[in-house]
């Protein structure tokens, strides 16, 4: 059987452009963990850091038939990721700044009675409850002991039989899966109004 680790990067690449799945995996496996850790390092978020990492691995053996930099298969990936992570930032950077403006142009504005206001907020309360019963059941049971029934992670834990570790991961993953569905939502009801 042939060792994969003892070829160099250019071996290896010549082998993935032949579509060696087994050359593709060393490159997955000698550079994953390093270039996470530097995604994890710039963006501060384990999820978004493994989704870059991912989609680069995802493209990397899209792409396995054109040129890739041989010479340099470590700075070809810390190049692509390099890229990668600053399109985030600066998408970020315009969402922020957009919903900032929004946000400010509203309260200028300031047009809308009490009555229109205390419907929106009924509206947002909905579209939030509705987005809880969506998630998948464990985390929403977890996420609902929690924010609902006021329980601590060892409570949740002790009650549903798992651990705190995952009491709190579910958590974290809720929060994530519903800040990303309330920042579209509050976007969209900026620009067009209530539903």
Do not use: C
């Amino acid at each position: 059987m042939i060792d994969y680790k003892s070829f160099d990067d250019v071996e290896l690449l010549g082998m993935l452009k032949a579509s060696d799945r087994r050359a593709y995996t060393e490159i997955y496996n000698r550079y994953h963990y390093l270039l996470l850790n530097h995604a994890y390092k710039k963006l501060r978020d384990e999820e978004l850091a493994k989704d870059v990492i991912q989609e680069l691995f995802a493209g990397l053996w899209m792409r396995r038939e054109q040129e890739i930099n041989s010479a340099n298969l470590a700075g070809y990936l810390y190049t692509i990721t390099r890229n990668r992570i600053l399109d985030i930032f600066a998408h970020q950077k315009v969402r922020s700044n957009y919903v900032e403006t929004s946000l400010q142009d509203f309260a200028q504005r300031n047009s809308y009675s009490n009555t229109d206001h205390l419907i929106r907020e009924k509206e947002f309360m909905i579209y939030i409850e509705r987005e809880i019963q969506a998630l998948p059941k464990k985390m929403r049971e977890i996420f609902e002991l929690s924010r609902k029934g006021n329980l601590t992670h060892k409570e949740i834990a002790a009650k549903l039989n798992t651990s705190e570790h995952n009491v709190s991961k579910q958590i974290s993953n809720a929060i994530k899966i519903l800040r990303k569905k309330t920042d579209i939502f509050i976007i969209i009801y900026f620009l067009y109004g209530p539903f």
